[in-house]
């Protein structure tokens, strides 16, 4: 078994320009996390992890066809989307239907760590960082426990050590207050969840502390556009 720390999954594609946190203009709700897309990969699989309401985050899968490519299967969410091909470019990733979702740079300080009360339920799912520190968008963790609309027992971590590449960690699970989430090799880490928005794991005491926005990621994002 390991902790929560250190994970890696490698592609036979160099995934850079795929992967980060972007910005989707469909959906951005200003001052808010609707709209943020955070995509990481495991192998040659692609996990898409999104909010749109600014609370709830979900789960969409996809394929990378090549290093600037992808497929996403919009179905679970959006049944007459269904799936879409996307092309990375230094604007960002540009779908089929015309939508360009804009990449946030990897120096976007745009959370802090959220108070939460004594008395409130545990929610696992949103963004974290852990206690190894980073900046920016290094060291981050977005947690769902959604394919698109539906809510499942299966959890999917997307994650980034140095703000530049993100990786995926499929299933994972959540039961009774535990947070497990495949971790190096065969292990699986177990998490207890806290009621102060922290995931402790079990086995190396890492944690990781719950996060809120502080800043607006679109008009961030709006802001590095027009000064290019």
Known sequence: MTGGGVFKKSSTTNTKMLTGVYSDPNHAIAGTAGGLRAIGVCLEDVFVLGCDDGETWWTLLGKVTREDSVTVDFGPKAPRVGVLAATASAEGLTFADGNTWRRLPREADIFEEVVVPSDATPEVEGAYRDDDGGTGLAGLHFVSKRLGKTEREEVVVVESHDGRSFFARP???????????????DGVGEAHVGRDGRLRFLLDDTVWTKLRLKADPHALVAASLSSA
């Open 171 to 185: 299933g994972g699970c959540l039961d009774e207050g535990l947070f497990g989430v495949p971790g190096v090799g």
